[in-house]
């Protein structure tokens, strides 16, 4: 099984910057494509970023898109999000997924692990 470490959240200001980590363990980390959602108290846990198996491909919701970057580093079994331009309705805790199928998808069911997630609040 894949096991799966969400850090880096914290609390900043609007308009800062945040950088979270998704460090991997098991099998193969170059095997799954990985995902980033996010979950506000109350609300549906919500698709942010996805990126493939190799690193070559990269989907964003359209609340995130020109805001935060996905990307990852297979010899680092790690995964990163880097948010910029922080707004307050990115406050959420951050959930890091894997996912095996190499298909692109959005929808959190698809994917087959999950990190404990990294509570970001952002003030404004």
């Known amino acids: 099984q894949v096991q799966l470490v969400e850090s880096g959240g914290g609390l900043v200001q609007a308009g800062g910057s945040l950088r979270l980590s998704c460090a991997a363990s098991?099998?193969?980390?170059?095997?799954?494509?990985m995902g980033w959602f996010r979950q506000a108290p109350g609300k549906e846990r919500d698709f942010v970023a996805h990126?493939?198996?190799?690193?070559?491909?990269?989907y964003y919701a359209d609340s995130v898109k020109g805001r935060f970057t996905i990307s990852r580093d297979n010899a680092k079994n790690t995964v990163y999000l880097q948010m910029n331009s922080l707004k307050p309705e990115d406050t959420a805790v951050y959930y890091c997924?894997?996912?095996?199928?190499?298909?692109?998808?959005?929808?959190?069911?698809?994917?087959?692990?999950w990190g404990q997630g990294t509570q970001v609040t952002v003030s404004s």
């Open positions: 997924a894997a996912r095996y199928s190499g298909i692109y998808s959005k929808t959190s069911t698809e994917y087959d692990y």
């Open positions: 098991g099998r193969a980390f170059s095997n799954y494509a």
């Open positions: 990126i493939s198996t190799s690193g070559g491909t990269t």
